[in-house]
């Protein structure tokens, strides 16, 4: 069975740092592209950031380039988003998931709230 | 980027009924749209790709149609367990995009 765990979300003031996790189980982790998903409170869906299987390749909403970055470690079979520079608008539910182009698998979500 | 247009943003239907959720592309993405459900406490779960093809474990009464612009996502005969939130989202072109969401409510 495919499972994706997040965790590391919670409180964080703006301006500052927080990196989400997610561990991959159920699946060859490192044949998989993956992504960050998010959904801001009472918002839709908004793609994040996408991993190549090889961590070779990866691609930023322009919003978020240059503050999140998205990284992988096979090893671990374990996904990471580093947020930096955090705003209020990064406010949101992060979900984890597999593949490139459409979502096939999806973590249950960690909330992130960016407040002074 | 291509812009989905969803519609409609609520829909009230009874057990049994179908009903039919739409998607609008700002501009012809072929035939890749996904659709998703999103219920709480659950994670979300790829039910369509490419259109129509169904992802594995997706009961035959979801079926999905449309190229180019447009596209429909029907399901016939709802179960209680089909109730939530359905979004539509292109993987034809970077970034993939979303639709604001369908909320399918019992009637």
């Known amino acids: 069975e495919v499972q994706l765990v997040e965790s590391g979300g919670g409180l964080v003031q703006p301006g500052r740092s927080m990196q989400l996790s997610c561990a991959a189980s159920g699946f060859i982790f490192s044949n998989y592209g993956m992504a960050w998903v998010r959904q801001a409170p009472t918002r839709g869906l908004e793609w994040v950031a996408t991993?190549?299987?090889?961590?070779?390749?990866?691609y930023h909403r322009d919003s978020v380039k240059g503050r999140l970055t998205v990284s992988r470690d096979n090893a671990k079979s374990t996904l990471y988003l580093q947020m930096n520079s955090l705003r209020s608008e990064d406010t949101a539910t992060y979900y984890c998931?597999?593949?490139?182009?459409?979502?096939?698998?999806w973590g249950q979500g960690v909330m992130v709230t960016v407040s002074s | 980027d291509v812009q989905m247009t969803q519609s409609p943003s609520n829909l009230a239907a009874s057990p049994g009924e179908s009903v039919s959720i739409n998607c609008k592309a700002s501009k012809s993405i072929s035939k890749y749209l996904a659709w998703y459900q999103q219920k709480p406490g659950k994670a979300n779960k790829l039910l369509i790709y490419s259109g129509s093809t169904l992802q594995s474990g997706t009961p035959s009464r979801f079926s999905g149609s449309g190229s180019g612009t447009d596209f429909t996502l029907t399901i016939r005969n709802l179960e209680p367990e089909d109730f939530g939130l359905y979004y539509c989202?292109?993987?034809?072109?970077?970034?993939?995009?979303f639709g604001s969401g369908t909320k399918l409510e019992i009637k």
């Open positions: 998931t597999s593949g490139g182009y459409y979502f096939d698998y």
């Open positions: 989202q292109q993987h034809s072109e970077y970034p993939p995009t």
């Open positions: 991993i190549s299987y090889d961590g070779s390749n990866t």
